[in-house]
């Protein structure tokens, strides 16, 4: 009997991945099966094509940030109130791979005199990025995940020779 039972999981077990791995949404129990069409389980497309820019990029920009980046610092500006947004990017010792990635909001009167301003004038967006973190930090890529597990702010830096898992750290 408890053969039958192991077998009979394994099998709902080997099912539920198939169906994760394919287009249609499935609902199982032992007693029903009913399966849903996948466009009624996902969300409706958007009309803006995701990686679409739909601002001005600054010439030599220390850091590129991706569209849905973008999408998601104009929400943070919207929530924080403010009239400028700006983001203090940075590196400093630690984490797994001897280097991890900071990023916090700042204010105007803390920008230095060396430090590197990407500046997004009509989204009111500033990135600041100091003199001693853009020798690891120019060219990396700023993009944005809404997946559950993972998801947030991610890193692309061309500069890293290796990263750590989490994708917030990194080493030269």
Same mark, same amino acid.
């Given at each position: 009997?408890?053969?039958?039972?192991? +077998?009979? &999981?394994?099998? /709902?077990? /080997?099912?539920?991945?198939?169906?994760?791995?394919? =287009?249609?949404?499935?609902?199982?129990?032992?007693?029903?099966?009913?399966?849903?069409?996948?466009?009624?389980?996902?969300?409706?497309?958007?009309?803006?094509?995701?990686?679409?820019?739909?601002?001005? %990029?600054?010439?030599? +920009?220390?850091?590129? @940030?991706?569209?849905?980046?973008?999408?998601?610092? &104009?929400?943070? #500006?919207? #929530?924080?109130? +403010?009239?400028?947004? @700006?983001? &203090?990017?940075?590196?400093?010792?630690?984490?797994?791979?001897?280097?991890?990635? %900071?990023?916090?909001?700042?204010?105007?009167?803390? @920008?230095?005199?060396?430090?590197?301003?990407?500046?997004?004038?009509?989204?009111?967006? #500033?990135?600041?990025?100091?003199?001693?973190?853009?020798?690891?930090?120019?060219?990396?890529?700023?993009?944005? =995940?809404?997946?559950?597990?993972?998801?947030?702010? #991610?890193?692309?830096?061309?500069?890293?020779?290796? =990263?750590?898992?989490?994708?917030? =750290?990194?080493? %030269?």
């Amino acid at each position: 009997m408890k053969q039958t039972r192991m +077998a009979s &999981r394994c099998l /709902w077990l /080997w099912i539920l991945l198939f169906v994760e791995a394919t =287009s249609a949404f499935m609902v199982f129990s032992p007693t029903t099966l009913t399966r849903r069409s996948a466009s009624l389980v996902r969300s409706s497309p958007t009309t803006v094509d995701e990686d679409e820019l739909d601002y001005d %990029v600054p010439e030599d +920009a220390v850091v590129n @940030i991706k569209p849905k980046a973008m999408r998601r610092l &104009r929400e943070l #500006k919207e #929530k924080e109130k +403010a009239d400028t947004l @700006i983001l &203090r990017m940075g590196v400093r010792n630690g984490g797994c791979s001897g280097l991890s990635y %900071v990023m916090d909001f700042s204010t105007e009167d803390a @920008i230095e005199e060396d430090d590197a301003v990407d500046e997004y004038p009509t989204d009111h967006i #500033k990135c600041v990025v100091d003199a001693k973190s853009m020798l690891y930090l120019y060219g990396l890529e700023l993009d944005y =995940s809404e997946e559950l597990i993972g998801g947030g702010f #991610k890193f692309f830096n061309p500069n890293a020779e290796e =990263s750590c898992g989490c994708g917030s =750290s990194f080493g %030269v």
